[in-house]
């Protein structure tokens, strides 16, 4: 079967078209998780009847905007993402004890709301922007390590892939606006992947999950 100029130009652009809209539905669900955070912390933290009420309506209105995040990945070709649990949030302070977790994440505003709910359940954190000061973080003997799958110029795949190189079965847990690659390294084969934007209980379950 002979392949035209013309189809291997549309193909192309097919492509194009998805890595960006794959490009923009990671960087807006950084900003949908920075938001919820936010929301479910005044939600959680008001006794203020009418203070829950309009934080949880906000949370219902990010819904929406995960259902429009899933048509800019239609538009790209490219299938929706897995559904977000609304599950209720967990009691504060539940950590058994107070473990520490490294936080590798490029977007500032996510470090900020992980740290906020990750230090109102209860864990002491240590935060890196970059892989190479995720590497350094090492020394502070951190529990467990989130990972953003998404880092600037860097895959977050190799950072955790360093990490275990230095801290052999250190849990890891790879959080992502979007791209949910999977690496050929078996040591990550049982990785937990955090859809953003995630929900406080989703996020405790998932990081209590890990250090068990």
Do not use: W
Not at 92 to 102: G, N, V, Y
């Amino acid at each position: 079967m002979t392949i035209k100029p013309e189809d291997t130009a549309s193909t192309e652009q097919d492509q194009a078209i998805g890595q960006r809209a794959a490009g923009l539905a990671h960087d807006f669900n950084n900003l949908l998780l920075a938001m919820t955070a936010c929301l479910e912390l005044i939600r959680n933290r008001s006794s203020e009847a009418r203070i829950v009420d309009i934080a949880g309506h906000g949370l219902d209105t990010i819904g929406r905007g995960t259902a429009l995040v899933d048509r800019v990945l239609a538009l790209g070709g490219i299938g929706p993402q897995a559904a977000q649990s609304d599950d209720p949030a967990p009691t504060l302070s539940s950590a058994p004890r107070q473990q520490t977790i490294l936080i590798i994440d490029d977007d500032v505003d996510v470090r900020l709301v992980l740290v906020e709910l990750l230090q109102s359940l209860g864990y002491r954190l240590i935060e890196a922007a970059d892989g190479a000061t995720g590497l350094a973080g090492l020394q502070q003997q951190p529990d467990l390590a989130i990972v953003d799958c998404e880092l600037a110029g860097q895959s977050g795949i190799d950072v955790a892939i360093q990490l275990l190189d230095r801290r052999p079965g250190l849990p890891i847990i790879f959080a992502t606006g979007y791209s949910e690659a999977r690496s050929s390294d078996p040591r990550l084969s049982a990785a937990p992947f955090l859809r953003k934007p995630f929900r406080i209980a989703e996020l405790a379950r998932t990081v209590s999950a890990a250090l068990a």
